[in-house]
Structures are given as structure tokens and as C-alpha cells.
């Protein structure tokens, strides 16, 4: 069964750390790339009143068209609860559990990184080869 980002049904965590949650999150991207986009820790399209531009989202986003960067699918498939924010062009979020954490501060943690391997993921690769390279372990830092 597809894993479909959304807190309407909010996601258990997989019990994966580390390589191995960062190769489930390989894996499902292959299977789902409709689903990722390295630019945005996560994103749902939708029209949306302006006036509530800013303000949390009270609404479950749509669970079609949602995407995740690699940091929004660690945060999702450990259970974390995206902090879903109205923007002007859909609802995204950057935090996690009421904004108790960054969505890249939590992945880094749960995916066992090192600063600089949790940079060059999330502010440095867009190539889905190069972060299954660092899910095997064969990455090497430039």
C-alpha cells in the first residue's frame, strides 16, 4: 500500500532510524516520485483563502498531490505530525509537533546524521542516486 503524506490519518512511526529509514525513504520515492520534492519539506497544493494566509491549518491537506523532501518523509514515517501552515498557493509545512522542531532538525536526529551530511542532503542534493549512495553508505563527501 502507498504510504500518502497527510495527518488525517496521522503516520505510526516505522521504528527505522538511521541508513535504514533513509533507504524505506529511497524506496517509497522510487516507487511514489510524484511524491517528492527536494525544494519544500512539505507542500500541498490547493486554492485557499487569503485571509487565512499564515495561520495553522485546521484542515487535513490533501492526501493526492502532497509532497515531501527526504527530511519531510523521515518526519513522516516516524510518526512526527507536520505543522501544516496556509500559505498563498497551498499549505506546507517547516515544523513538526507544534512547532517543537524544525522538520530538518528532526530528520537530522532521526536519520543519524552529521551536520554535514544533514546539509548537503537537505540543502545540496536533488539527485535521487546520490541520497541512495548515502542510505548504502557509499557516499563520499566532496
Same mark, same amino acid.
Not at 5 to 19: A, I, K, T, V, Y
Not at 29 to 44: F, G, H, M, S, V
Given at each position: 500500500?502507498?504510504?500518502?503524506?497527510?495527518?488525517?490519518?496521522?503516520?505510526?512511526?516505522? $521504528?527505522?532510524? $538511521?541508513?535504514?529509514?533513509?533507504?524505506? +525513504?529511497?524506496? +517509497? &520515492?522510487?516507487?511514489?516520485?510524484?511524491?517528492?520534492?527536494?525544494?519544500?519539506?512539505? %507542500?500541498?497544493?490547493?486554492?485557499?483563502?487569503?485571509?487565512?494566509? $499564515?495561520?495553522?491549518?485546521?484542515?487535513?491537506?490533501?492526501?493526492?498531490?502532497?509532497?515531501?523532501?527526504?527530511?519531510?518523509?523521515?518526519?513522516?514515517?516516524?510518526?512526527?505530525?507536520?505543522?501544516?501552515?496556509?500559505?498563498?498557493? $497551498?499549505?506546507?509545512?517547516?515544523?513538526?509537533?507544534?512547532?517543537?522542531?524544525? +522538520?530538518?532538525? %528532526?530528520?537530522?536526529?532521526?536519520?543519524?546524521?552529521?551536520?554535514?551530511?544533514?546539509?548537503?542532503?537537505?540543502?545540496?542534493?536533488?539527485?535521487?542516486?546520490? &541520497?541512495?549512495?548515502?542510505?548504502?553508505?557509499?557516499?563520499?563527501?566532496?
Amino acid at each position: 500500500m502507498p504510504h500518502t503524506p497527510s495527518n488525517e490519518n496521522p503516520s505510526q512511526d516505522c $521504528g527505522l532510524r $538511521g541508513r535504514a529509514l533513509l533507504a524505506k +525513504i529511497v524506496e +517509497i &520515492i522510487r516507487k511514489q516520485p510524484e511524491n517528492w520534492n527536494q525544494d519544500l519539506w512539505a %507542500y500541498a497544493p490547493g486554492d485557499f483563502q487569503s485571509e487565512r494566509f $499564515g495561520s495553522p491549518a485546521t484542515e487535513v491537506p490533501p492526501a493526492c498531490d502532497t509532497t515531501l523532501c527526504v527530511a519531510g518523509w523521515a518526519a513522516h514515517l516516524t510518526g512526527a505530525k507536520l505543522d501544516w501552515v496556509y500559505t498563498r498557493n $497551498g499549505l506546507r509545512a517547516s515544523t513538526v509537533n507544534n512547532g517543537d522542531q524544525m +522538520i530538518s532538525k %528532526y530528520a537530522k536526529h532521526v536519520l543519524e546524521l552529521s551536520s554535514d551530511e544533514a546539509d548537503h542532503l537537505f540543502y545540496g542534493v536533488d539527485e535521487l542516486d546520490e &541520497i541512495d549512495a548515502m542510505a548504502r553508505g557509499t557516499w563520499v563527501q566532496q
